[in-house]
């Protein structure tokens, strides 16, 4: 169980964690609180499933939505770091993607964009992954918590 390893990892190291999740419909929040002890190092998330939701609570302007898409490197960038901030976290894992039946803003069922947010940096990866939409679901939490865990954890 990676996500244990995680929650002790974080514990250890007195960092905190939330999300913002679209494509992931909360399972990243889910998977933490699972792991007993996690309420030491996970602070919330937010589920900003439509637009509307991300404009709102992240402030993510239409203009960006418009421009390029809620699937795409800018959002999931924009989800991060403003998730962040409304969560007052040290590190904000954000997910935005297309998990499918079909194809969506031309971008092909499995694309997911991570946003991984953090007082010294701020990353966004792109992945192509297969399956049911479960299967991508649970493929893209698994890994943001591997990246999570590869993160440098010198100094708040």
Request: a positive charge.
């Amino acid at each position: 169980m990676r996500e244990a390893a995680l929650i002790e990892f974080l514990n250890d190291h007195h960092w905190t964690i939330g999300s913002v999740e679209s494509i992931t419909g909360g399972l990243f929040a889910k998977t933490l609180t699972d792991v007993p002890g996690a309420s030491k190092v996970f602070k919330g998330s937010l589920v900003t499933y439509s637009n509307e939701t991300k404009m709102r609570l992240l402030s993510i302007p239409q203009e960006t939505l418009t421009k390029y898409g809620a699937v795409s490197n800018e959002i999931g960038s924009l989800m991060a770091m403003n998730g962040k901030k409304a969560l007052n976290v040290d590190i904000c894992v954000s997910f935005t993607g297309n998990a499918g039946p079909e194809t969506m803003d031309q971008l092909p069922v499995g694309t997911c964009f991570i946003g991984i947010a953090t007082a010294q940096s701020q990353k966004v990866f792109r992945l192509s992954l297969a399956g049911t939409r479960n299967d991508i679901r649970k493929a893209a939490v698994e890994f943001a918590i591997g990246e999570v865990l590869k993160l440098p954890f010198a100094s708040k």
